[in-house]
């Protein structure tokens, strides 16, 4: 079994900053990519950034600039730092894993967090 656990979000003013962790655990021989995505009301999910095991990292235009995505390979953990929030990024978001285990790599998705940014 593998769990992947968000954590960290809440309700912030426009312009403030929290900071999301995803923790993977279970029966892992290791991590790949990991990844947040997000989905707002009556939106499709959508990439947010993500980040390899080797540390390469991708974000989407609208967080450019304002977000950070880090990892703790060794705790098996991902972070999203996220500044300068606009209420436009109100949305729930999801933690992605790619877990090697013994029989094949397969991806895991976290039970989401929400995030509301007030103007």
């Known amino acids: 079994q593998v769990q992947v656990v968000e954590s960290g979000g809440g309700l912030v003013q426009a312009g403030g900053s929290l900071k999301l962790s995803c923790a993977a655990s279970g029966s892992i021989f290791s991590v790949n990519a990991m990844g947040w995505y997000r989905q707002a009301p009556g939106k499709q999910r959508e990439l947010v950034a993500v980040?390899?095991?080797?540390?390469?990292?991708n974000y989407a235009d609208s967080v450019k600039g304002r977000f950070t995505i880090s990892r703790d390979n060794a705790k098996n953990t991902v972070y999203l730092q996220m500044n300068s929030l606009k209420p436009e990024d109100t949305a729930v978001y999801y933690c992605n894993a790619h877990v090697r285990r013994s029989s094949g790599t397969y991806s895991y998705w976290g039970q989401g967090t929400q995030v509301t940014v007030s103007s």
């Open positions: 980040i390899t095991n080797g540390g390469s990292t």
